[in-house]
């Protein structure tokens, strides 16, 4: 496995690689600046680098075409996870209920929002977009 390191004055974005896929993310917060370097490990690493800096300028971000190692997730959370990904843009939020719906499982309210628990790349399928009916209060 191989890691990377992306940040701003936000956050820090870690990225581990498995078989040139995105294994796994973790966002921690700025103790230290991480300087961007000009060779990444892998291609999409650009896109990554470019989103993180639109995220400090409050620009929409999009993660398209991200190389997710999906074989660590079951057939259902991949579901979850890419329509997630697909269908609720920036600055939109769904409940659980609603994301449910969109999959085609209307009743699965409870496992999405376990998928939602252990999505596997926090930031990237971005699952604080996911809140339940009651709202965040």
Known sequence: MKYEFFGNSFFILKIIWKNEKIYSTSISG???????SL???HPYSRIIAQNIAHYEMQKSVTWS???FFWKRVSP???IVLSTLLKKVGFGQVVTYKQLAKMCGRPTAIRAVGQVMARNPWPLL???HRVISQKGLG
């Open 30 to 36: 700025p103790t230290k600046k991480i300087a961007n």
């Open 39 to 41: 060779s990444f490990f």
């Open 65 to 67: 075409d991200a190389p």
């Open 76 to 78: 259902f959370s991949r």
């Open 125 to 127: 399928i971005p699952c």
